[in-house]
């Protein structure tokens, strides 16, 4: 109860007004017994000076199984690239999602409140770990402040039978969306993660780990059943600058 109330305070000062939705919003949830089919790509650029970069795609499904419940699959492609030149260094990774979104509670006299839950597997080592967070909102028209936390946990590894306890990390997100109109909506805000020590056996390999920066983009929907997001991030700590196109079609 504690955590959830933390998430209330953020809006709870805050009374709902009926207004048309920000398109970043209306995808949090996909509504009963329909079905979206989605496509993301991103690029991924450092200036850490190793000519650290990468790039990935993804297709995704998700159903709402009621009008609180959905469950959903990603597939998830990406390549990272180290070095330039013939020192030139790739790695592909390959991931699976399986997860379940649910809505505890509308909006009303207190902000929506939506929790997600999945588990992520990687090729070549299976399960790779579990992730859980929340997500809460409230609209003040045409705006809408929202607030997504929570926890992504590793599993651990045994290396020359020695445990790997890879840890996890906290993430942060609060976030603006503008409603321009029903067609197009502006988004902005921050993103923190904070991440756990890693550890081999009794030995920390690492010190814990935060990442902050920000994030903002628009979205358009042409047409009732496709939304198209393009969006933009860069993080302080690592140097990094991601930008991603993102596809939704409703059937």
Known sequence: MRYRAILF?????????AAQEP????QLMVDARRTQLAMV??????DSGRGSRGRGWGLALRHGLS??????????????????????VATVTRRV??????????EAELP?????????????????????????????????????????????????????????????EPRVSFAVNHQVT??????????????LGESELGTVRQN?????????????RQTIFVNAETAANSGSTVLGVQWYYTF
């Open 67 to 88: 009008s609180a419940v959905e469950v959903n699959a990603l597939y998830r492609e990406s390549q990272q690239f180290e070095g330039t030149g013939p020192a030139e």
């Open 186 to 199: 502006l988004y902005g805000g921050l993103f923190g993660t904070f991440s756990d020590a890693t550890r």
């Open 41 to 46: 790509a991103d690029s991924r650029a450092s």
């Open 112 to 172: 929506a409140l939506l929790m997600e839950i999945r588990a992520n597997f990687i090729d070549g080592r299976g399960l790779d770990g579990y992730q859980m967070g929340f997500t809460t909102y409230r609209s003040i028209d045409p705006v809408v402040l929202s607030l997504r936390a929570g926890r992504q946990q590793y599993r651990n590894v045994a290396l020359g039978g020695v445990e790997l306890q890879r840890g996890g990390n906290w993430f942060l």
């Open 9 to 17: 305070l953020a809006f709870a000062s805050a009374q709902p007004v």
């Open 23 to 26: 398109l970043t919003i209306e």
């Open 97 to 106: 999602s399986v997860g379940a979104n649910w809505r505890i509670l509308r």
């Open 212 to 224: 902050v920066g920000i994030n903002g983009g628009f979205a358009y929907a042409p047409t009732p």
